[in-house]
């Protein structure tokens, strides 16, 4: 007889129970296992998904079912672009790079692709994206369809780089789309999920390369006052104004030739672990003079690696967080501000503030859309916390700024205010009623967003 | 397989972010230890730094605890 130790009794007993439900239970849970976005803020509970392996399978699917359809990428919209009692379209299984060019430096890829993923198989064929937005979950149809862009004066918005795409309208038609269709090349780029499912896109890629990322602190108006020139002597510059403080954090970020490696500890992770503590029961004058001697002595950090290594990151404190974008000339004023207002106002918070530029461009819901630089100005709330109280103060701010909601952060803004905002906006309604004339694409808030 | 590799494998491979390295029983034990149901509203509502569903979109209870399994070495 085999020997019954403590250890695989114990073994056994975990396996019975962690398996003893499922052949009962499983249909049943299958139904009512409910959907939630990567913060935890948004849920739902759908009829169905469809974790979808081709185009055809999709298009069966939008012939066979009526009712809302929403596409999902990994989950990381913060604002309610997703939740549907109707059906969700899961693309992960559309990924990979399907094609590429080596003269043009450009490759076509599986809308579902995580951006984390597309970084090391690039490389594999000598090419790197041109920029990168902050998070590396994010899967390419997500980023894309929500705007979502890196830092950098001079880069566009993820979105910004593509040079065609491939559409499955709500009525199953297929669709590639380049420039050479015109207002609807620009319509689509950025198009909020609400045109149909995105299941290929091909990007202006380059030659893979070298980033060397320096982080250090300053105080917040001499980074503000001279914003501008150092933001057009970097590739990529940014500043993480610390609140309760009169510093900032400041990343600046450009090619090299140099080895691969890091100098020390990065003064972003030392300060932010160091500033939680502080805590609810300190005064905001208390916080100012903690705040302000720890920042004076964080230290500079430089690190050289490739650069989807740098440019993106897996965040591992999960939060919520409101972007609005407002021009960039007089928009350090609008981070003044709202620096102010969290001090006067005793907000307890201790995320610091986002602040960068990012060059002008032509999808007609990119927040950066038009001639001018844009900057973006972000403020964050824990997932644990409610980010509403304090997300309600601050919002007012962006909007005297003239402020453009990210699409997928948490803003209050509906078709009235969003075609004052964006010049093409009531356009994209035309073609979004064309192309989904029923509006399967469409959830409570995509109604809202496109007065539908 | 599919499924897992598109999601948990993002960190559970790696120990990405403290996440129990799949394969590891140890690390595992100490999980499973906690119950089914503590490791399942895990998964479903997020722990830490994993988000709810674990970046598997299309996964039922079902897939979850296959996944589960699977990783802790116990359904071999």
């Known amino acids: ?452 | 397989m599919g499924k897992w590799a598109r999601s948990c494998a993002l960190c559970h491979v790696t120990g990405e972010a403290g996440a129990p390295i799949a394969g590891d029983s140890a690390q595992w034990q100490r999980r499973l230890a906690q119950g089914e149901e503590s490791i399942l509203q895990r998964v479903l509502e997020g722990y830490n730094s994993m988000p709810p569903l674990g970046y598997c979109m299309s996964c039922e209870v079902k897939d979850f605890r296959a996944m589960v399994g699977f990783m802790a070495g116990i359904n071999q």
């Open chain 1, 1 to 452: 007889m085999k020997d019954l130790t403590r250890r695989s009794f114990l073994a056994s007993s975990l396996r019975a129970a962690l398996f003893g439900a499922y052949a009962v239970n499983s249909s049943a849970q299958a139904r009512s296992t409910p959907w939630s976005n990567w913060s935890g803020g948004q849920t739902c509970r759908p009829a169905g998904r469809y974790d979808i392996a081709s185009e055809d399978q999709l298009i069966e699917l939008l012939n066979s079912t009526s009712g809302p359809i929403r596409p999902i990428g990994s989950g990381h919209s913060f604002s309610p672009l997703i939740p549907t009692d109707g059906h969700l379209v899961i693309i992960d299984q559309l990924s990979g790079i399907l094609d590429y060019d080596s003269s043009t430096l450009q490759a076509t890829i599986g809308a579902g692709s995580r951006l984390g993923d597309l970084g090391v198989a690039l490389d594999d064929i000598g090419q790197g994206m041109l920029n990168l937005p902050d998070i590396d979950r994010q899967t390419l149809a997500g980023a894309t369809a929500t705007g979502t862009h890196g830092t950098g004066i001079t880069l566009q918005s993820l979105a910004g780089n593509i040079t065609s795409l491939r559409l499955v309208t709500p009525e199953g038609e297929i669709r590639d789309i380049d420039a050479s269709d015109g207002d609807l090349f620009d319509a689509v780029r950025v198009n909020v999920g609400a045109l149909g499912v995105v299941t290929q896109i091909r990007l202006q890629n380059r030659e893979a390369y070298k980033l060397k990322k320096r982080e250090w602190t300053a105080p917040t108006e001499d980074i503000l006052t001279d914003f501008d020139e150092l933001a057009a002597s970097h590739r990529h510059f940014e500043i993480f104004p610390l609140v309760y403080s009169d510093y900032s954090m400041v990343l600046s970020i450009d090619e090299s030739d140099q080895p691969i490696g890091q100098t020390i500890i990065p003064a972003e992770e030392v300060t932010l672990a160091d500033l939680r503590p502080l805590g609810v029961d300190a005064t905001p004058l208390e916080r100012l003079t903690m705040n302000n001697a720890l920042a004076a002595n964080a230290e500079t950090s430089e690190v050289v690696d490739l650069s989807h290594k740098l440019l993106s990151n897996i965040r591992n404190n999960r939060f919520n967080e409101m972007e609005y974008s407002i021009p960039a000339e007089g928009s350090a004023e609008c981070v003044r501000e709202i620096l102010k207002t969290i001090y006067d106002q005793a907000i307890d918070v201790a995320f610091p503030l986002e602040y960068r530029y990012v060059s002008p461009e032509d999808p007609w819901l990119s927040m950066a859309y038009g001639d001018e630089p844009h900057a973006t100005i972000s403020i964050h709330r824990t997932a644990r916390e409610d980010y509403r109280p304090y997300f309600d103060i601050i919002e007012p701010i962006f909007w005297k700024y003239g402020g453009r909601p990210h699409w997928g952060k948490i803003h209050s803004l509906g078709h009235r205010e969003l075609s004052q905002l964006y010049p093409r906006f009531r356009d994209f309604m035309e073609i979004r009623q064309s192309l989904d004339p029923n509006g399967r694409m469409l959830n409570e808030h995509l109604k809202n967003l496109f007065d539908a």
